[in-house]
């Protein structure tokens, strides 16, 4: 896995470029879910690539460890190994706290218009799990760069905390498209509602839906979580979004 490094406020985070068949294209920032920057993030980001778009895919946990150490040992496709691995991962989302990420975002946001790679200004945006949060604080925090943001099976979206993630759509002018897994106890039908009623409070043209019958974690194919069909509606609906946005 080839990688470049990124500096932000708390240290060096290391990041995966994908770029398109012509070399060149609009940027897209992509937030990885709670198992990490692995080759399945990296599949999916050269997926993405392959449709004109410049792809930067950080390690967001770069304070606990490189992409190396952090990385599984073990088939997560195998029963109980998935749980297993996720029994240590919570410290490190409670540790990337909403001030942290804040400024990690920025960092990512430069790195990703200064690659040489990268046409205009105008990005786009997707995450995955926990990455869905910190699409959503991207759009708000950027929103004169950001046109077009998605976030696939993410959850806590809606919380009472007085920095809930989607308290940031106030400030955010993209094109959303948010695709929730079913039976989500993380996001669960009146989170979703709530999410839906900021999006339009927010005056947002945005597409807010639940996958029946896909599991939290449905587009990660590396997992027993994953979902053929709910994968691939989110990434025909996360192609039609940049075509749209980014051209």
Do not use: K
Request: proline residues 6%; negative net charge; hydrophobic residues 45%.
């Amino acid at each position: 896995m080839d990688l470049i490094t990124v500096d932000t406020p708390d240290g060096t985070a290391q990041a995966h470029v994908a770029t398109p068949p012509a070399g060149t294209g609009p940027g897209v920032l992509l937030f990885m879910d709670a198992i990490g920057l692995r080759p399945q993030i990296v599949a999916m980001a050269e997926r993405i690539a392959s449709w004109g778009y410049v792809v930067l895919s950080p390690n967001v946990f770069y304070r606990d460890g490189d992409v190396d150490t952090l990385m599984p040992t073990v088939d997560l496709r195998e029963p109980g190994a998935r749980d297993e691995f996720f029994s240590g991962v919570g410290p490190r989302m409670a540790a990337l706290t909403t001030e942290r990420a804040a400024g990690d975002i920025a960092a990512y946001h430069s790195a990703l218009l200064a690659l040489d790679a990268v046409v205009g200004d105008r990005v786009g945006t997707v995450g995955y799990c926990m990455g869905a949060r910190l699409v959503t604080r991207y759009a708000g925090q950027f929103p004169d760069n950001v046109v077009a943001a998605a976030g696939f099976h993410g959850g806590g979206l809606v919380t009472d905390d007085a920095d809930s993630p989607h308290l940031s759509l106030a400030t955010a002018r993209a094109r959303f498209v948010y695709g929730h897994a079913d039976n989500d106890g993380s996001m669960g039908p009146d989170a979703v509602a709530a999410l839906g009623s900021a999006l339009a409070d927010a005056g947002l043209t945005a597409t807010n839906e639940i996958y029946p019958d896909a599991p939290h974690g449905y587009s990660m194919a590396d997992t027993s979580m994953y979902q053929e069909a709910g994968a691939e509606r989110s990434f025909a609906e996360l192609r039609a979004l940049f075509a749209d946005t980014l051209g």
